[in-house]
Nanobody, 114 residues
């Protein structure tokens, strides 16, 4: 089970930190996706268990940082310099490796006002 938290409303240029706590089995890769109204779900960032493989969508590079705490089985997404186009429902994902997503959270809304 994946449970996200930390979403909310923020002004453009502001910051938010999302958290996703996983329960149950050990998850090797964890990541974040987002889905804006009328658009398909898109990959935002992913990280493997050893932190060696970290990937970002081009649209968030330099602004978002993904990290994880394996002791807490939790992944974070620090979002800085937020833009209105970052508005979406953000979903946590997990699986055996980046790109092989088997588990999904319920999503948390992020709204960036201009």
């Amino acid at each position: 089970q994946l449970v996200e938290s930390g979403g909310g409303l923020v002004q453009a240029g502001g910051s938010l930190r999302l958290s996703c706590a996983a329960s149950g089995r050990t998850l090797y890769a964890m990541g974040w996706f987002r889905q804006a109204p009328g658009k398909e779900r898109e990959f935002v960032a992913g990280i493997n268990r050893s932190d060696i493989d970290i990937r970002y969508a081009d649209s968030v590079k330099g602004r978002f940082t993904i990290s994880r705490d394996n002791a807490k089985n939790t992944v974070y997404l620090q979002m800085n310099s937020l833009k209105p186009e970052d508005t979406a429902v953000y979903y946590c994902a997990a699986g055996l490796r980046i790109g092989d997503w088997s588990y999904w959270g319920q999503g948390t809304q992020v709204t960036v006002s201009s």
